[in-house]
C-alpha cells in the first residue's frame, strides 16, 4: 500500500546501516585488537583494553537497539555515523600533518587502514568515511522520523539483546594481561596490553617485562630499555638516533617486539646502538603488542623513573612520565 512506503524505504536504510556496524563490530570482536583504534583515540590516554571493548559493546547494543525498536532508537544510528565520520576526519588529517602523505594518499591508499573492521580488513578510511556518510545519507532520507515504525521485539527481548551485546566483549575476549603460566599459554591470548605507566617506580623484575622474557635475572639493573619494531619507521629512526648519540657509557636494553608478518624484507630497522652495553631481546610473537612503538623506560638501581610511548608519533599521546627518584638506600 502507499502508506506503507515510507515505513519500507525507512526500515531498509535503518537496516543496512545496522547491518553495517554490526559487521565491524563482530570483525573486531572476532579478530581485532586495540592497536585497530584510530590515533586520535589511543591518544586519548585511557586504558586501550577498556576502550577497545566498550566500543564494540556501544556498536552492538545500537544494532540490536535500532534493529529492534527503530522508532526510538534510530538517532542512535545517526550520532554513531557522525562520530565515524567525525573520527575518519581527524584520522586523515593526523596522516596528512605527521605522516607525510598527500591529502587523497590519506584518503584512499590501500597501505593505510581506518581499523573500522579490525587487523584482518584494510579498508583506507576515505573508502570507509564515504560508505558511513552514504548511510548517514539514507537514513536521514528515510525521515524515520515520519515512518511510523513499530516495534520488531518486546521491550524484554531487546533489553535481553541489548546486555547481550554489551557483556560480548568482556566475555569472548581472553584477558589482555599477559599470562604464560596458564594453560596453552599466551597462545590462547590474542594480545598482551602492555601499560608503561604502572611499571613507573617498580622493580624492573616485578614488571610485566620480567614475565615476558625468558631470563629476567639478566635485565640489567641501570640503562635505557627500548621498545621497537621492525616494520614501525619512527623506531627505525629513533633507534638510528640513538646510535649515532651513543658514546658507550650508558647501558641499553632493545626489546623488539615480534610480529607475526615480519621478514627480512620488511625490516625497517638498518642502525642501532650496538656492543657490549647493548643487550637485545626479541618477545615472542605469540600475541601481538599493545604498545605504541617506539616507547622507553629508564631504570635507575633497578627502579623504573621514567617512561615514554609513542616517541615522535604526532597524536599518540605521547607523554613522559614524572621522574620517580630512587628509594633511598637508608
Same mark, same amino acid.
Not at 611499571?199 to 614488571?207: F, S
Given at each position: 500500500?502507499?502508506?506503507?512506503?515510507?515505513?519500507?524505504?525507512?526500515?531498509?536504510?535503518?537496516?543496512?546501516?545496522?547491518?553495517?556496524?554490526?559487521?565491524?563490530?563482530?570483525?573486531?570482536?572476532?579478530?581485532?585488537?586495540?592497536?585497530?583504534?584510530?590515533?586520535?583515540?589511543?591518544?586519548?590516554?585511557?586504558?586501550?583494553?577498556?576502550?577497545?571493548?566498550?566500543?564494540?559493546?556501544?556498536?552492538?547494543?545500537?544494532?540490536?537497539?535500532?534493529?529492534? %525498536? $527503530?522508532? #526510538?532508537?534510530?538517532?542512535?544510528?545517526? @550520532?554513531?555515523?557522525? /562520530?565515524?565520520? !567525525?573520527?575518519? &576526519?581527524?584520522? +586523515?588529517?593526523?596522516?596528512?600533518?605527521?605522516?607525510?602523505?598527500?591529502?587523497?594518499?590519506?584518503?584512499?591508499?590501500?597501505?593505510?587502514?581506518?581499523?573500522?573492521?579490525?587487523?584482518?580488513?584494510?579498508?583506507?578510511?576515505?573508502?570507509?568515511?564515504?560508505?558511513?556518510?552514504?548511510?548517514?545519507?539514507?537514513?536521514?532520507?528515510? %525521515? $524515520?522520523? #515520519?515512518?511510523?515504525?513499530?516495534?520488531? @521485539?518486546?521491550?524484554? /527481548?531487546?533489553? !535481553?539483546?541489548? &546486555?547481550?551485546? +554489551?557483556?560480548?566483549?568482556?566475555?569472548?575476549?581472553?584477558?589482555?594481561?599477559?599470562?604464560?603460566?596458564?594453560?596453552?599459554?599466551?597462545?590462547?591470548?590474542?594480545?598482551?596490553?602492555?601499560?608503561?605507566?604502572?611499571?613507573?617506580?617498580?622493580?624492573?623484575?616485578?614488571?610485566?617485562?620480567?614475565?615476558?622474557?625468558?631470563?629476567?635475572?639478566?635485565?640489567?639493573?641501570?640503562?635505557?630499555?627500548?621498545?621497537?619494531?621492525?616494520?614501525?619507521?619512527?623506531?627505525?629512526?629513533?633507534?638510528?638516533?640513538?646510535?649515532?648519540?651513543?658514546?658507550?657509557?650508558?647501558?641499553?636494553?632493545?626489546?623488539?617486539?615480534?610480529?607475526?608478518?615480519?621478514?627480512?624484507?620488511?625490516?625497517?630497522?638498518?642502525?642501532?646502538?650496538?656492543?657490549?652495553?647493548?643487550?637485545?631481546?626479541?618477545?615472542?610473537?605469540?600475541?601481538?603488542?599493545?604498545?605504541?612503538?617506539?616507547?622507553?623506560?629508564?631504570?635507575?638501581?633497578?627502579?623504573?623513573?621514567?617512561?615514554?610511548?609513542?616517541?615522535?608519533?604526532?597524536?599518540?599521546?605521547?607523554?613522559?612520565?614524572?621522574?620517580?627518584?630512587?628509594?633511598?638506600?637508608?
Amino acid at each position: 500500500m502507499p502508506q506503507d512506503r515510507p515505513q519500507r524505504f525507512a526500515l531498509i536504510g535503518i537496516r543496512l546501516a545496522a547491518l553495517w556496524v554490526a559487521a565491524g563490530a563482530l570483525f573486531k570482536l572476532f579478530a581485532g585488537t586495540p592497536n585497530d583504534l584510530p590515533p586520535v583515540v589511543r591518544g586519548l590516554g585511557l586504558d586501550p583494553d577498556l576502550i577497545f571493548r566498550l566500543a564494540i559493546a556501544v556498536e552492538l547494543t545500537v544494532v540490536f537497539a535500532v534493529l529492534l %525498536r $527503530p522508532r #526510538r532508537s534510530w538517532p542512535l544510528i545517526v @550520532a554513531l555515523f557522525l /562520530v565515524f565520520d !567525525v573520527v575518519l &576526519a581527524l584520522l +586523515v588529517g593526523l596522516l596528512v600533518r605527521g605522516g607525510g602523505v598527500t591529502l587523497f594518499a590519506a584518503l584512499f591508499s590501500p597501505d593505510v587502514s581506518c581499523g573500522c573492521f579490525g587487523s584482518t580488513v584494510t579498508i583506507p578510511p576515505g573508502v570507509m568515511m564515504s560508505i558511513d556518510s552514504a548511510l548517514l545519507v539514507l537514513v536521514l532520507a528515510s %525521515r $524515520p522520523w #515520519r515512518a511510523g515504525l513499530r516495534p520488531l @521485539a518486546p521491550v524484554w /527481548v531487546a533489553g !535481553v539483546l541489548i &546486555a547481550a551485546g +554489551v557483556a560480548a566483549p568482556f566475555a569472548w575476549i581472553p584477558p589482555a594481561e599477559w599470562n604464560p603460566g596458564a594453560e596453552g599459554g599466551a597462545a590462547k591470548q590474542r594480545y598482551c596490553v602492555i601499560d608503561l605507566k604502572k611499571w613507573q617506580g617498580e622493580l624492573i623484575y616485578d614488571t610485566q617485562l620480567a614475565r615476558i622474557v625468558p631470563e629476567p635475572d639478566s635485565l640489567p639493573a641501570d640503562g635505557n630499555y627500548v621498545f621497537w619494531r621492525q616494520t614501525c619507521e619512527h623506531c627505525a629512526e629513533h633507534l638510528r638516533r640513538l646510535a649515532e648519540t651513543d658514546d658507550m657509557s650508558r647501558p641499553y636494553v632493545l626489546i623488539r617486539l615480534k610480529e607475526k608478518g615480519d621478514t627480512p624484507e620488511n625490516d625497517g630497522v638498518h642502525l642501532k646502538p650496538s656492543g657490549g652495553h647493548v643487550t637485545e631481546l626479541d618477545l615472542p610473537d605469540d600475541v601481538e603488542y599493545v604498545l605504541t612503538t617506539p616507547a622507553d623506560l629508564d631504570v635507575e638501581g633497578g627502579i623504573v623513573v621514567r617512561t615514554r610511548e609513542g616517541i615522535g608519533v604526532e597524536g599518540e599521546g605521547e607523554g613522559e612520565s614524572e621522574l620517580v627518584p630512587p628509594p633511598d638506600p637508608k
